[in-house]
């Protein structure tokens, strides 16, 4: 039974790390709306005016 406990403490543990790294990285970026007039540069992380 103790053995048991232990697996199952040490699984919810971990849980919350192992899903933070499997979420972390640019393959999982964030869709991000600019407002009306602006496009999302993806270089610099900002929205900026769109030209032309």
């Known amino acids: 039974m103790k053995i048991k406990t232990l697996f199952a403490c040490?699984?919810?543990?971990?849980s919350?790390?192992?899903a933070?790294?499997?979420?972390?990285?640019?393959?999982?970026a964030a869709?991000?709306?600019c407002?009306?007039?602006?496009v999302f540069v993806g270089a610099t992380n900002t929205c900026e005016p769109v030209s032309g």
Do not use: V, Y
């Not at 040490?10 to 971990?14: N, Q, Y």
């Not at 933070?20 to 999982?28: K, L, R, T, V």
């Not at 407002?35 to 602006?38: E, R, S, T």
């Open 10 to 14: 040490t699984a919810l543990c971990l």
């Open 16 to 18: 919350p790390g192992l």
């Open 31 to 33: 869709a991000i709306s």
């Open 35 to 38: 407002a009306d007039g602006l």
């Open 20 to 28: 933070f790294a499997m979420c972390s990285g640019e393959a999982h």
